[in-house]
């Protein structure tokens, strides 16, 4: 069932929602060379104390899970596109693609969001792999465009169309397509399913006070997935870098406000 939040509601994920990217925003400052990423784990423990919430993902059984994530956010390294588990075995190295995807619950309600940086050796460094760094910026880019056009009365088949098309002026990315944006707030994941493709006017038409999230997808090689040993993370089948960019986004009768900024 697709929800409508109250005005009540999304004052409070919007407060939320603020706290989560600052935790977003730390995480991904903090990813620089020789840092495991279960250090970043141990480090968001802190920061998510901080908010006066905590992870919507801790414990959290999706629907493809055999068990409960046992971490508070996902960090996922080169060909990992989402839902990497943290480890101290994975120290992160200069040129590494990571992607930082973490969820709050605060005051009962959920907001996600992800970004995906470069590794550094320090914040300075401008030593980048341009393939790479042109894939993170076509994912960022993507999800502004899918941003711009939610509104009630909009579809997510108009989302996922303008995502779509916007990155095949891009060059050659895949698109993956068995994992999407969704709705978000009362639960971590809701309906509706918000893939990043499709075609104008299908799917669920939007609502003023639907929140959800979108968050595009790409590689810098095929769409097909497979699942990591670990059960959680999934991986690009042919090794090609994977970047992800997400907000939680709230519909409006005009347009929409992102609440993860």
Do not use: W
Not at 216 to 234: K, R, S, V, Y
């Amino acid at each position: 069932m697709i929800s409508i939040k109250t005005q009540k509601e999304i004052k409070l994920l919007r407060e939320g929602g603020k706290k989560l990217a600052m935790i977003r925003d730390e995480l991904a400052r903090r990813a620089v060379a020789g840092v495991s990423t279960q250090d970043l784990e141990d480090i968001a423990q802190e920061l998510f104390r901080a908010s006066g919430g905590d992870s919507s993902f801790l414990n959290y059984r999706g629907g493809k899970s055999e068990r409960p994530y046992p971490a508070r956010i996902c960090v996922s390294v080169n060909d990992a596109v989402v839902h990497g588990l943290p480890s101290s075995r994975i120290i992160l190295k200069e040129g590494d693609v990571v992607g930082v995807d973490v969820g709050l619950k605060f005051n009962g309600l959920c907001t996600d969001t992800a970004v995906t940086v470069m590794v550094t050796n320090n914040q300075q460094s401008t030593t980048y792999n341009k393939d790479a760094k042109k894939l993170l910026d076509v994912t960022k880019k993507a999800l502004a465009v899918g941003i711009a056009v939610v509104r009630a009365g909009a579809t997510t088949g108009d989302i996922g169309y303008a995502i779509e098309q916007f990155v095949k002026t891009q060059g050659r990315f895949g698109i993956i397509r068995t994992l999407a944006g969704h709705g978000v707030g009362y639960a971590v994941h809701e309906e509706p399913f918000i893939p990043n493709f499709g075609k104008k006017g299908e799917g669920i038409t939007l609502k003023t006070g639907m929140v959800i999230a979108i968050e595009p997808m790409l590689t810098l090689g095929g769409e097909t997935l497979i699942l990591d040993q670990d059960g959680f993370t999934f991986r690009t089948k042919d090794g090609s870098l994977a970047s992800h960019f997400e907000h939680t986004v709230a519909v409006t009768e005009n347009g929409s406000e992102i609440l993860t900024l």
